[in-house]
């Protein structure tokens, strides 16, 4: 059984920043691209930032230059920092990541997703 445990969310004013977390935990024999999505009421989920196993980066053009996604392979860790947040930031975020299990098994997992509004 695989796990993604997020924390981190909250409510924030405008320019104002958080840092996600998101652990992966259980029978889990590697760990292959780690990512953040984010969903709005009303709107389709969408990719915010994505990283490699050997750390390569990619982000949605709306968070460039404001968001940094990292990881810590020892960790099965992933982060988002989140800084200058807007109103339009506002969206329950989702945790991601292609793992393999021990079973060598290999799916896509999300996590329970954690709330961040941006709010003065």
């Known amino acids: 059984q695989v796990q993604l445990v997020e924390s981190g969310g909250g409510l924030v004013q405008p320019g104002g920043s958080l840092r996600l977390s998101c652990a992966a935990s259980g029978s889990i024999l590697s760990i292959y691209a780690m990512g953040w999505y984010r969903q709005a009421p009303g709107k389709q989920r969408e990719l915010v930032a994505r990283?490699?196993?050997?750390?390569?980066?990619n982000y949605a053009d709306s968070v460039k230059g404001r968001f940094t996604i990292s990881r810590d392979n020892g960790k099965n860790t992933v982060y988002l920092q989140m800084n200058s947040l807007k109103p339009e930031d506002t969206a329950v975020y989702y945790c991601?990541?292609?793992?393999?299990?021990?079973?060598?098994?290999?799916?896509?997992?999300w996590g329970q997703g954690t709330q961040v509004t941006v709010s003065s």
């Open positions: 991601n990541a292609d793992i393999r299990a021990v079973t060598m098994t290999r799916f896509e997992y």
């Open positions: 990283i490699t196993v050997g750390g390569v980066t």
